[in-house]
């Protein structure tokens, strides 16, 4: 098959690294450095169970819609930051206007699905995520990689509003199989969606305030109890949001994070660089809803508030 990654950072080269090894064509699409580097050097990737050190071809956004047709491509897979879904769709509309092609989200948040569907329709929207994986770019085209790196997919919002699409998702499933992808084909991805959120929300604002990794952070007696409430905050705003995720499910998924592997998450590295963070995408729907249901997420409302701050502090120091 043919894919494309749109944002393709360190977790969208890894699953191209992942599909080129099976034998599949993939077309990165990038920026900056790190597309300069692709370009000129390949990529170099590694991963406990994949040393990748090999060309990947690759392109920016001018030069998909100027040299190749949406169709094309299999599958058009956007691995970038939430904060960038809105303004690529928009770049990208008569584009995708062109063709049929389904699109995959593989991003943090729970509104990425349906900032496409707005421009493709529901029946080419595939929502995803890609759990217990971290993946940065350490340098221009050098990605470091950790964890199963399994994926949650299915069509938007599930499979009774979208049937269209589940055959060829049941392809699709097998050729990640294939591609040594481990991966999960869900008839409810949005409760798979607000699953992560949840992990998201408990674990991401906290190290990127206090610069610790998730290990460091579960492990200290004070730290940890937040990331519980913050998780719990997120079941809550689940439920406001009509989706069925009980405390149990949230337990559960506290557990799995405090025995992961110790790992920088994405907004903690955005922080560090000096990036824009997802805040508003992971913590914002959950502050969103819990106010719509009288009652607020207040652990989650003080961490962004605190982590905002810091922000501005660091600015206000790079500037002197």
Known sequence: MK????GAGGIGCYYAARLINAGHSVLAIARGEHLQALQQKGLSLTHPELEYQAPL????TSGLMQNHDCDDFDLLIIAAKSTATRAMMEELHSWLKQGST?????????TNEAIIAETV???RTIGGLGIRIGAHITAPGVVQATGEAHVDFGAWPNVQDN????????QLAALLHDAHIPNTLCDDVEYALWRKLILNNGVNPLTALTLMDTRAVTSDPVLRQNVYTMMMEGGRAARAAGVNIHDSDVREMFDVICH???IKTSMQVDREHGRTMETDDICGPVI??????GKPARVTELI???????????????QQ
């Open 102 to 110: 389904p699109v995959m989200s593989l991003q943090n948040g729970v």
């Open 163 to 170: 049937p269209s699409l589940q055959p060829w998702l049941q």
């Open 288 to 293: 969103e809803y819990c106010r719509q249901a």
């Open 121 to 123: 329709g529901r029946q």
């Open 57 to 60: 071809p690759a392109t920016d």
């Open 260 to 262: 992961f592997d110790a």
């Open 3 to 6: 894919f494309a990654i749109l």
């Open 304 to 318: 962004r508030t605190l982590l905002l701050r810091e922000v501005e502090r660091d600015a206000a120091s790079a």
